[in-house]
């Protein structure tokens, strides 16, 4: 059986003792009812991993010996997600299956037909329920890097991402060309390249919102012969590209 994956405070991993503290060590001591010598990794969401002991379990603190630590090489291209509002939990459930996919950075898009709206007074709330399902989805994935989860984008914000990037692609239905057939650009593979995806709401792209995107560089592709819901688009295309760039 694997060990265990908790995600430790920044810096917590520089010494020879490492110490899970606050929601994180409650969880580890109390839930999953870690004990004295056992073996977990613990992780610092931004590359580092270590083989730990534990040495002592308090109510909410896990005491543990670092064994080994390194830092996982950084995924390369980078590839990134703009992700437009679903309906209800599926935000969660999109960010949960990217994260276990392997995306680097998710951007939430109020899109123009967005149903959801991340009104002010909510908008905080909404966002940390999805750092939190990228957290907890990285560490059921064992990765020791958490993705980025950015404040909300708006079109233009999102039009400069595309024109930033090696590869700007958005998903449509009627694009003419398919992601798995895509060539993809030299850069891509370049030191500090990335992919950004764009993902529409269920009621499709705007015309407003593709000329914004095709004035950008973007690309306009397609998936496959069925529409997917926009919860689920996001993770099949994200699979499409990293199997396509190398990093399946």
Do not use: N, Y
Not at 209 to 223: C, I, K, N, P, T
């Amino acid at each position: 059986m694997t060990a265990p994956v908790f995600l430790a405070e920044e810096g917590a991993l520089d010494g020879a003792r490492a110490v899970l503290r606050g929601p994180e060590g409650r969880h580890a001591a109390t839930v999953r009812r870690i004990s004295a010598g056992e073996t977990v990794h613990l992780v610092d969401g931004a590359g580092t991993r270590a083989r730990c002991t534990v040495a002592e379990v308090g109510k909410d603190t896990v005491v543990c010996e670092v064994l080994e630590r390194g830092t996982d090489p950084e995924p390369a291209p980078r590839i990134t997600v703009v992700q437009a509002l679903p309906k209800g939990d599926r935000g969660e459930l999109a960010v949960e299956v990217m994260t276990e996919a392997g995306v680097d950075r998710i951007v939430p898009w109020a899109a123009e037909r967005c149903v959801t709206r991340w009104k002010p007074e909510r908008a905080e709330k909404a966002l940390a329920k999805w750092r939190a399902a990228a957290r907890e989805a990285a560490k059921q994935s064992r990765r020791s890097r958490v993705p980025e989860v950015t404040a909300p984008a708006g079109t233009a914000r999102v039009a400069e991402l595309l024109g930033e990037a090696a590869l700007g692609a958005v998903l449509h239905e009627e694009a003419a060309e398919r992601l798995s057939a895509l060539p993809l650009p030299d850069r891509l593979a370049g030191p500090g390249g990335e992919a950004v995806l764009v993902v529409g709401p269920e009621g499709g792209v705007s015309p407003a919102e593709l000329s914004a995107f095709d004035a950008a560089g973007a690309v306009r592709v397609l998936l496959g012969p069925t529409v997917l819901r926009t919860s689920t688009a996001g993770v099949a295309a994200l699979s499409v590209l990293q199997a396509r760039c190398g990093r399946w």
